[in-house]
């Protein structure tokens, strides 16, 4: 079955730290990626995608994440957090083998807490 | 704000109840889905209807069913409700109904069985 790995479930940062958030898949067809963010209370915001192309996408408040499609790898990294990032982030992924839908399949989640 | 609408926001109700879940998609957006979310199994899709018909089916217990109406919206039906039903509901939507599009969420309906 298809699955999405994040290994870190909890990241404790400072301001101006540099973040890399690991996600792995396990589908070997061709996939579209996706990483979402859930600021508390709210709903689930795209940062950004990958579906084709460039495997280095850059998405919104200066996130960017890098699909490796030898290691199954899709992670979001920031150059610098501020204490706004504080949030939960999700990685999912969507097949495209047969039946491609728009199901996402996400990982576990990770929260983020920044310290000012 | 998404623009994918879900009323009510919280929900509380008894074991062995049935409650109804409305979501309003996106102007535009045919594909509505459904997720659950839950401490332990995080996010999981339970159901997507693309312009009135399913699409595509998740690990969706059979006291739940959905259904898409002619103007798009969709309701998320949980019967015989059990304290392990308690989770955050989300919908989302999205244009197409295809791995390639993007899709929106709305901000959840929390179900509290008690």
């Known amino acids: 079955a298809q699955s999405v790995s994040q290994h870190n479930h909890h990241v404790i940062l400072s301001e101006a730290a540099s973040l890399e958030l690991g996600c792995n898949y396990s589908y070997g067809g061709t996939v579209n990626l996706f990483w979402y963010v859930q600021y508390p209370g709210q709903h689930l915001q795209l940062l950004l995608k990958?579906?084709?192309?460039?495997?280095l996408v850059k998405g919104i408040k200066g996130f960017e994440a890098e699909f490796i499609k030898s290691k199954f790898s899709f992670n979001l990294r920031k150059p610098s957090v501020q204490w706004s990032d504080t949030a939960e982030y999700f990685c999912?992924?969507?097949?495209?083998?047969?039946?491609?839908?728009?199901?996402?399949?996400f990982g576990q989640g990770t929260t983020l807490q920044v310290k000012p | 704000d998404s623009g994918v609408t879900q009323t009510p926001k919280h929900l509380i109700t008894a074991t062995g109840q049935r409650v109804t879940l409305r979501c309003s998609p996106r102007?535009?957006?045919?594909?509505v889905y459904w997720y659950q979310q839950s401490l332990d199994q995080g996010l999981q899709f339970l159901i997507q209807?693309?312009?009135?018909?399913?699409?595509a089916k998740g690990n969706i217990l059979e006291r739940f069913s959905a259904q898409q109406f002619p103007d798009l919206h969709s309701e998320l039906n949980l019967s015989s409700l059990e304290l392990g039903d308690s989770a955050l509901y989300f919908c989302?939507?999205?244009?197409?109904?295809?791995?390639?599009?993007?899709?929106?969420f709305g901000q959840g309906t929390r179900l509290t069985v008690v």
């Open positions: 989302a939507s999205s244009v197409g109904g295809t791995g390639n599009t993007e899709a929106f």
């Open positions: 990958y579906f084709s192309g460039d495997p």
């Open positions: 209807y693309y312009n009135g018909e399913e699409r």
């Open positions: 102007s535009g957006d045919l594909s």
């Open positions: 999912a992924v969507n097949s495209l083998g047969s039946g491609n839908t728009g199901k996402l399949i």
